[in-house]
């Protein structure tokens, strides 16, 4: 990787002379945040050698192409809430901000769409939409802070999955600068395209190695006018990871069914002080459902508690949404309150699947004698089992640590299951990938990525080795 | 293209080492049938050299790494339906036909997934699902012929996209073999994945181009219990489309809404000899609704009737599902009664542009005096135009069939629309593609097809020109 030139005097006042002097920074302090993102662990983290905050598409297009030229790495950078060091330059270069691409463009209500810069926080989107009565799916737990171009890059995924699908089926189109700096639009204001090969769904995932979203069409619909949040709570993991495919076989369709371990529910408890019921030995699903008639949503939540509490079940309680959620959306801020190093899993499996891989995370757990929390996005088939360092040793952790995950992943790919369902491969799974992935899909990402990106100069280092 | 060897003896020979004697096919009389598609134009028919019917994946790796060899276009093709050419071998080489690959080979109900071999007619998918009391969303107008291959490969689209999408959205996961040979599962049994790039979606929809479906992960859900059916009257084009948007803003998100406009019901009347409701002077717009609760169904019928009378409809019928979708079925056949030389334009336009599109093509109709019916899938942007050659002289046809097309292709692109919203570029719309296509992106696609193809033998001369 020795390939890429530094960022030297004259490189920085071409920068300053495409954004202007004022959103070019070198200061140090001024780099430290970007130096990392949500993974805490230090050799996560790496200094850039200048963050640029462009204003557009424009500026961008310029910018990657002097970075192509000066064979200099351009490493996009949302929020800074990734899970998987994706917006770290670890090989040196430009962070990109999109922190100032910050509109929302437009609200088209005939078709149901929304314009947005890749700047805006998905919270905004969230509640640019309510006001006009509409409804955005994407709904990631840090909805609150990330951007909506990272959770397009990422493709996000969340609580509204089950129901709705992750943030790449909430995205009509983008607008993107090319790896090799030309400005285009894919997708757009459509319902259906079959115009070629859709290089919007190529995009979305690909966590910046294939070009910088500069702008998203975001689907839109109309807000469901209801929305029922039940708690049910299990003696055992087993028998709340039991009810799951029972609710999605009876018709309904939830928009959320998550599930949280005893040891997470009590970490959430510890974390913010506020006393959760059953905690002392439940464990959790929580299900959201939506739509506009009340009458069939209590019908459902009716059968939904049937469900339950004959198949084992404590009991099932309606749930204040702002408690229950605080709880779940805790999870992972509870957990590194508790040991700001460790590692989250962001494992998938087919939804089948999920006692098995919760079982052998409960095993493995014993056999290391390390401290793993289980939540999941059941109905997905997508678990986080958070590997607390806690006070180990960290010479210890990181000898442990690859040896816990080459288990856990042998098992998660003998059933079929994949390492990330949501948080995506960055630079942190990238020896996994390697390992992991299947050599044919591998060699087709990298050819794909050789295509695009021929100078390696965007985001390197991040899902592929090429 | 001369590139491109013949079919000699020896390569008919190890054909026939592969996948045995009986399934390799050069008897002219047997190779008619592969020479064309649903286009029926003689410059769109081109009888391959060879025919081979594989039964298995490593079967198609083997053909395929041997084409690579010899340098021999290998025109992957399901059912013939197409209407794009896509499955045509213009180039020569073998058309490989995926007839014999036809077995679902699984019905997973733990985790609503449907296990397939290629060659599987699409109605059969449905059945099989409807049989376990699931649901396959994907209903292309062709679906009682179609492959299940094929609708992946062209990522059709059909009746019930407005609710649940084209089939890309119906594919969790694909197994294909690679134009290199190699044969890979991507995707599989999986809710979620961020695990890289998202190939299922790159090969869905790439007509053959970039690898061959030898397996395809069909997403299924619970089949709703009730659906209703509604034809509702409208004295003209402009009034029965603009009812759409009122409906799609109604909250209530119906399965199908079609649109035929007055031209296209007399034509599928006289067709199936069959009267149809105020054919004399009305435009149809058909509702489908789907649900588990039948009076919350009825709500919604009333709430259509309301809107769509009090937006100057004649009158909403409850239409028989048999009678009212045989006719709208009916309508590329009954204008190929008509006229068996005819251009089906697949346009697909931002939804709120439909108007505009309609009466532009009207207008082009009158123009060039030539006879052009439309029918929508109105609530998608996606407007069947079809331009009737009927007695035309074909010098003439040839002549004029450029210019109407270049006339309203500038126009949907001028509107943010496409080529094809469900049909595919396959062979037919090269040229228009290489015209209205952005050439940043036409740029990216080549660029993916040469890395993933190197040798260009999958389907060349579809989608794009490399």
Redesign the interface.
């Given at each position: 990787m020795s390939k890429y030139k530094s960022v030297n005097t004259a490189i920085i006042n071409e920068l300053k002379s495409i954004v202007g002097e004022k959103y070019v920074w070198t200061d140090p302090d001024k780099l430290e945040p970007y130096s990392h993102d949500e993974v805490m662990e230090s050799k996560y983290k790496k200094t850039p050698e200048v963050v640029v905050l462009p204003r557009t598409a424009e500026e961008i297009s310029k910018i990657v192409k002097l970075a192509n030229q000066e064979l200099i790495p351009v490493v996009p950078r949302g929020a800074g809430t990734g899970l998987a060091c994706g917006a770290v330059a670890f090989y040196g270069g430009i962070i990109l901000s999109t922190e100032r691409m910050n509109q929302i463009l437009e609200i088209?209500?005939?078709?149901?769409?929304m314009v947005t810069e890749p700047g805006v926080r998905t919270v905004e989107v969230q509640k640019a939409a309510n006001d006009k009565g509409l409804f955005y799916a994407g709904d990631p737990c840090s909805g609150d802070s990330s951007f909506i171009g990272g959770n397009i890059a990422?493709?996000a995924?969340g609580n509204k999955?089950?129901k709705y699908g992750?943030t790449?089926?909430q995205v009509a189109g983008i607008e993107i600068v090319?790896p090799e700096g030309?400005?285009?639009?894919?997708g757009?204001?459509?319902?259906?395209?079959?115009?070629?090969?859709?290089?919007t769904?190529?995009i979305?995932?690909?966590e910046g190695t294939?070009g910088i979203i500069t702008k998203a069409y975001l689907k839109l619909?109309?807000l469901p006018?209801h929305e029922m949040h039940l708690l049910a709570i299990f003696p055992s993991a087993e028998s709340a990871i039991n009810i799951v495919?029972k609710i999605?076989?009876?018709?309904i369709?939830p928009t959320c069914v998550e599930f949280m371990d005893n040891k997470s529910v009590r970490c959430c408890e510890e974390f913010l002080e506020e006393k959760l019921p059953r905690s002392e030995s439940g464990h959790y699903i929580i299900i959201t459902i939506d739509g506009?008639?009340e009458t069939?949503l209590e019908d459902q939540c009716v059968l939904i508690d049937e469900l339950c509490t004959t198949n084992g079940g404590y009991e099932v309680l309606v749930a204040d949404p702002n408690k229950i959620w605080k709880a779940r959306k805790s999870f992972a801020e509870a957990d590194r309150a508790r040991s700001l190093i460790l590692s989250a899993e962001?494992i998938?499996?087919?939804?089948?699947k999920i006692t098995d891989i919760i079982k052998k995370i409960d095993d493995i757990s014993k056999k290391y004698d390390v401290r793993i929390h289980c939540a999941a996005?059941a109905?997905?088939?997508?678990v986080h089992a958070e590997i607390l360092k806690e006070n180990m040793d960290i010479e210890q952790w990181n000898k442990l640590l690859p040896l816990i995950q080459h288990e856990i992943y042998q098992y998660v790919y003998s059933l079929?299951?994949?390492?990330?369902?949501?948080?995506?491969?960055g630079y942190k799974r990238l020896d996994l990938?390697e390992e992991f992935?299947?050599p044919?899909?591998?060699?087709?990402?990298k050819?794909?990525k050789?295509?695009?990106d021929p100078n390696n100069i965007m985001n390197p280092g991040k899902?592929?080795k090429v």
């Open positions: 088209d209500e005939q078709n149901l769409i990422t493709n995924g999955a089950v992750t790449r089926q090319t030309d400005i285009v639009t894919l757009g204001k459509l319902k259906k395209d079959s115009t070629g090969y859709c290089l769904q190529l979305a995932g690909s294939l619909s109309p006018k495919p999605m076989h009876s018709g369709i506009d008639n069939v962001d998938v499996v087919p939804p089948s996005h109905a997905d088939g997508n079929g299951g994949k390492l990330s369902g949501e948080h995506g491969i990938m992935a299947n044919v899909e591998l060699k087709m990402m050819a794909i050789r295509a695009l899902i592929v």
